[in-house]
């Protein structure tokens, strides 16, 4: 428990009035002392026991598209013997807070409110700690008590309904060399911890010995459709705006590619590189991926591997340059332009539009 400012102005004030009360024997100023006093002590009354209460916070859906409301269900019960005053609940979710009134509460009652959480921008959010306040009518005094459980808001990409790229492998490089993704039956992707549904026989078993949990091997057919998409997201190629519309755009693409169950990949400027099987688990990794891809300083040769289809979301500038130097190693590229305008020389396709849903109607027209 805690005096607010409030609180200590008024106990401030009763001392002073109490003491000029006294020595100039004014019963006005006494009584007004003592009025301000009484005031302080019951505040410091009513707030002294603990808050004795269960919290339970669920937020559902845990993964929404930005823009689309998610909701925190906050459920609180009364484990103490006496009746609980009312007080009030304050949650953080994304730099945001949100309040709750509750009611007082019976021994064993339970109450349940709901309240909106903040999708407005594409993150991984953190809902919570949440804190439980009580306070006096006149808010005097408070007293705080801290939950620490938290919970994982995902906020998504919008997306778009999109066409699938088919595109598959090429033969050879324009080098004349066979293409190395063709060498064998299988290509391995990644590797990864186990899920129910993998196969026993592709568990690597080194990385299993490392981790101290099942790793399983992610194969691929590399005869299958691939597609491969190269997010720029360099500071300064494109504008904050145009950005997150390049993110919706990567989004819808690669979770076309990834309904259509192709090999899919997700490519960055700056470092991030994951590649999936098709599925509803290979969109949501995606999702999550592109949830946290940032406008980042570092800088880095995107590792592309050839083969399949190639697709760069961009503004412009060295990252065109970069992919039509290895347009031959791919069976299909297409250059989006967000936002821009790009000159690229012929038998390259380009796209060009103002937002994410602009690009999808031309993207889903010119493979149509």
């Known amino acids: 428990m805690r005096l607010t400012g409030r609180g200590l102005a008024v106990s401030v004030a009763a001392v002073l009035l109490l003491a000029a009360g006294l020595w ?4 006005v100023l006494t009584t007004l002392g003592a009025v301000a006093a009484a005031a302080v002590l019951a505040a410091i009354a009513l707030t002294v026991p603990q808050l004795a209460v269960e919290v339970h916070r669920v937020v559902h859906p845990d993964r929404v ?3 689309r409301p998610a909701l925190a269900r906050l459920r609180v019960r009364s484990t103490g013997n006496r009746r609980q005053p009312g007080f009030r609940a304050e949650d953080a979710a994304g730099g945001e807070r949100r309040h709750v009134r509750l009611p007082g509460l019976l021994p064993g009652v339970e109450v349940t409110r709901t309240y909106e959480l903040p999708t407005a921008t594409r993150g991984k959010l953190t809902v919570g700690p949440l804190t439980l306040h009580r306070a006096d ?3 005097l005094a408070r007293r705080r008590l801290p939950v620490t459980a938290t919970a994982t808001l995902w906020v998504h990409p919008r997306r778009h309904a999109a066409r699938a790229m088919v595109a598959g492998v090429p033969r050879h490089h324009h080098e004349g060399t066979p293409d190395a993704a063709l060498r064998g039956s299988v290509e391995q992707l990644d590797v990864r911890e186990y899920v129910p549904g993998d196969e026993v026989r592709h568990l690597h078993w080194k990385a299993t010995a490392r981790t101290g949990r099942l790793m399983v091997r992610d194969l691929a057919d ?3 459709a691939r597609t491969t998409v190269l997010l720029d997201n ?3 190629v494109l504008t904050p705006a145009f950005f997150e519309e390049a993110v919706d755009l990567t989004a819808s693409l690669l979770c076309a590619s990834a309904r259509a169950t192709q090999d899919t990949r997700l490519v960055t400027w700056t470092g991030r590189d994951l590649a999936v099987q098709g599925g509803p688990l290979a969109t949501r990794r995606l999702l999550d991926e592109l949830s946290e891809v940032r406008q ?3 800088r880095q040769d995107p590792a592309l591997r050839p083969g399949g289809g190639l697709v760069l979301v961009t503004g412009g500038g060295a990252a065109v ?3 039509l130097a290895r347009r031959a190693e791919f069976a299909a590229v297409v250059v989006v332009a967000v936002g821009g305008w790009l000159e690229v020389p012929s038998g390259v396709r380009v796209l060009r539009a103002l937002g994410a849903a602009q690009a999808v109607r031309q993207w889903n027209d010119s493979i149509g």
């Open 24 to 27: 100039l024997r004014l019963a």
């Open 234 to 236: 360099r500071p300064g």
């Open 222 to 224: 590399p005869r299958r």
């Open 296 to 298: 980042d300083a570092a």
């Open 65 to 67: 598209e930005r823009g």
């Open 321 to 323: 340059e970069a992919v």
């Open 137 to 139: 009518p006149f808010d």
